[in-house]
Each structure stands twice: as C-alpha cells, then as structure tokens.
C-alpha cells in the first residue's frame, strides 16, 4: 500500500524564503503506528526523493499530533527566477506514492 492509503493529510509549504517543510497526518493511532513500525519514512528516502544531502533533512516524529514532519532547504529561494511553486503547496505530490512495506 502507499502513504496515500494511510494518511489523512500530506501537504508542504514554504518555512521562509529558504526551506521547505513536508507535514504527513493520519487520523487514527492504528495508520500512524504502522507507517512508523515500518521505517519507510525516513531522512534517507526523503533525501533520495527530493534530490538533497542526507544531512540535510530534519525529520520528526510527533506522536502525539500522529504526524511525521521532514524540512529540507528550497532548491531555489522562494520568489527567485526558476521557483515554479511560490508557496511549496505543490511539493508533497510524490510522497504519495511512497510504498509502505
């Protein structure tokens, strides 16, 4: 099955004009649990997915909120020639399709 299949609310959006955060919600404790026994979602797949430095990938796992949260560095600053996602709204899209084993 896929992250979609599990999680209430996958979305990002810009944290200033140089990052980029990633929030995944799920609505009962059951999902979260599985998604986060299965280590698929870690600072290693995030970086591979998002073509960025492992080291840069802060990654939390907020148990209480049953939510997980990556931020990494925008890949061009936020309004800069190039930024083709003003606000990061459109990022989240291929963690959807991130199997969970």
Not at 8 to 16: D, E, I, L, P, T
Not at 51 to 62: G, L, N, W
């Amino acid at each position: 099955m896929r992250l979609s299949d599990y999680a209430a609310m996958v979305r990002s959006k810009n944290a200033g004009p140089f990052v980029l955060t990633f929030d995944i919600l799920f609505s009962d404790e059951a999902s979260y649990e599985r998604v986060k026994r299965s280590g698929a979602l870690n600072a290693d797949m995030f970086a591979r997915l998002y073509q960025t430095e492992s080291a840069k990938v802060r990654f939390f796992e907020c148990d209480r909120a049953r939510a997980f949260k990556f931020s990494i560095p925008h890949p061009t600053t936020q309004g800069a020639l190039g930024c083709a996602d003003l606000h990061g709204g459109q990022q989240f899209i291929p963690l959807l399709d991130v199997e969970i084993p």
